[in-house]
């Protein structure tokens, strides 16, 4: 005898694909959390930084993109990809001040790199087809100490 579905299942499913036509193509922000390990020292500055330190740096990744037929903007675990390959393993337990271009490691010149580093590969990947764009970083050296970088301020500057 062939498989039948059963009867209340089906039901669920239309009402299910009801909802995702609702919300489909709706712009929305996902937003992923990491952390990476990493020593550096501050040039050109007055104080306990300008010594070799370490920091676990919490870098949160905002996202942002139309929802698909299955209600999903960017699988969370795509943003971990592009987190991994992208700044983890470059940043990852290195020395900043060798790993990173010439730039004084500072919170605001790494959340700009890593800015970079990501827009570049959402603008060529089957990213950019989907209309998925980065929209705002935070970077934290210390838990009360961070950077932000919104969208909105690198396209009007
Ligand atoms: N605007 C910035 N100021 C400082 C930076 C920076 O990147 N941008 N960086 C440093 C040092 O790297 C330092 O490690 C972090 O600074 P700070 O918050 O002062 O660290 P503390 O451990 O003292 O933090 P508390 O939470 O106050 O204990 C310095 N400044
Ligand atoms: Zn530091």
Redesign the pocket.
Known sequence: MDFQIPKKVEKIDEDIQRHELKYHNKRVAVTKEFTFDAA?H?HCYE?K?KSL?G?TYKLVITVSGFVNEIGITVDFGDIKALFKEEIDSKLDHRYLNDALPKMNT???NMIVWIWEQLERRLKVDEYKKLGTRLEELKLY?????Y?TLKREWMDNE
């Open positions: 550096h501050l104080g930084c330190h920091h500072t919170a605001e050296e210390t838990p009360t100490s950077a």
